[in-house]
């Protein structure tokens, strides 16, 4: 085999472990040093390779590239962009070939969710198309659960874990001062098109009458009526109510009602007021009890403090996977989580075809919500609780992480043209 | 000394330490259990005392009392009640009397904030004014930091540390992302009067261009171009903005802005809409970025899985100073946090009269806030970073922390008359 540089990038919203992923990847090719040179990472994900911003992880020491393992957000940059079909747009794909060339690099590994499965695919297929031959291999990475074939992916189980902790916590505070003061809580969380991490929000409740009371999932309609019953019965029952909400729940003609809330804005204001907000004032006006509410937002996905150990364990080992896989002579696939046992928990690395997981959403399955709509089933616990298991603590110093910030020192322009993102 | 029981009771909200400082009392009066009976908590503070729903804490084993020492939350129930004046409101203090003398209750333990401190004066009064003698000693407590007298308050160090952890974190994913989607990230945190726990984000920087890069804090009017020029500056220079807002901010005629948020709204929806999203609003219609906005609202003050070492420590020996304080003869005192040693820091307990604290608000100091008013200074930093100092951890299982549930068991009622809240 001719040693070749590789291609490495982060796309899509990152995570509080698309790091550990990085980390497994590099630390895993400088030890096939005889396989695979330099690991260049794209600055910001393909658009670093396109426009030929390379970093050259090399110049980064052991050290650094080991605290990679606990740092949260993206230490290359990420982005959202997605390359177009091979047909009619050419001229992408032949500027990827020509920075390839350019820094000889025969591998590349594209680490994120379903979208981002879809340019490794793109990519796998250039080489027989265009005649450059390169090895793709996908890395998946998704807060939102919903990549194919894989029992999970990396990212999921961290926040996952740190709604459930958050809830668990809220709920204890909510109770206390239920009497006099907020009886009603909502935690709006992440998810537009699935309930995944909703629903994680269950693992909270350790028995009958625990919070949360209300999971209002993208799945279901929201009925108001059914909604305000809801409320007041657990305000009667518990003397208190904590409903999380999907940030993707739909009204019953499909509307968003974050969108909704927004349409009742004098200005038109398309993004002001949120779910959150909106589902608080109908509880004030229905049945008037006081209210907080709280939208976790990006603080969910970056929560490296309270990252789940499966979760990092397991997206270190998909980036070290990516590399054996690659230096195996496989090609145009990706590395999955395969859970081979349930009680006690055991999982293992499989892979599965690019094309099999690009574009392709695993959707939240029927049976993990219970029938009446509000709640996740035992099967849904089941799936869930493993994936927030143990904790994974970054170093802390004056009572902050130490997050590392690699140096991303640049590798060297060879092209002389420049390339214009479309 | 003739041995009487104790009342303990929880007031005003609550945060992730309030159950260490009665950790701290109750395992301290076990051990002084010559001079001090049972300890009774109040269900629901002075409201428990008022309505004779005490809990007897002497049924808690010894492990669930340690247990509270890292379980959020107000494990008694906590409550917003304020006593009123002695003069014209002589039944509610007669009453507690007759509750006091029908439970042989000769101390009165009352952990909170200004108001609560307020409370535990006037029923100080009751010994003299009323004839009935009863040792009252209040306990330090409030994530607003707003008491007077005492270096710091319980409670607050471990807000400051969430917030200063979630923005160095939440700024790591919006800087990976930047350059293709959100560039301006805003976080609403509470301080309704005073800005320190926005003030307290400013550790998460460590030097120039770090987040946060904007600091909104109450004691400053809003100047929208002054804002709208630094976050764009931000943005150019750094590529991203991070804003953390504390919900008090007002503008320059003194109204809230979340207020004028909700005045926009075209069904006068007062609570509809909130600080963060408005300022993203403006954001967005004025500079045109993408953005992204939180609220941690209860998250950030019951988040015991991230509190400051420091503050569970200290929120611990108040509560074992206020039995200490009795027990020695002191009255109508509440002990406080001395800090003797800057670098290093160190701190001792001290007291201080309640009518010192009973109702004063401790302001943020001019000093600690930028020339320009969008950050801190090093005075500030100084101050606030030996508070989030250290990790302690509570302990987990399956994922989860594992917090105490206590027994509560109440305890049986003497009095025929029932007592009608007003």
Known sequence: MVKKNAFYAQSGGVSAVINASACGLIETARQYSSSIGKVYAGRNGIIGALMENLIDTSQES????????????????????KLKRLEGNKDEYERLIRV?????????FYNGGGDSQDTAYKVSQIGDRLGYPVVCIGIPKTIDNDLAVTDNSPGFGSVAKYVAV?????????????????KVFILEVMGRHAGWIAAASGLAAMQAGDAPHIILFPEIPFNEDQFLRKVNSSVKDYG???????????????QFLSAMSAQQDAFGHAQLGGLAPFLAQIVKEKLGYKYHWAVSDYLQRSARHIASQVDVEQAY??????????VKGENAVMPIIIRTSQDPYRWEIGSTALKNVANVEKKLPQNFITQEGFGITQAAHSYLAPLIDGEDYPPYKHGLPVYVQLKNIPVEKKLKETFILT
Chains 1, 2 share one sequence.
């Open 62 to 81: 052991d050290d650094a590239i080991r605290a990679l393992r606990h740092t949260p957000g993206g230490a290359f940059g990420s982005c959202r962009y």
């Open 100 to 108: 390839f060339k350019a820094h000889d690099i025969g591998y590349f």
């Open 166 to 182: 958050s809830v668990r916590e809220a709920a204890l505070d909510v109770l206390s001062m239920a009497l006099t003061s907020t």
């Open 240 to 254: 208190y109510c904590v409903i999380v909400a999907s940030e993707g729940v739909r009204n019953e003609v499909g």
């Open 317 to 326: 080992q998909v980036g070290k996977a990516a590399v054996e896989l690659a």
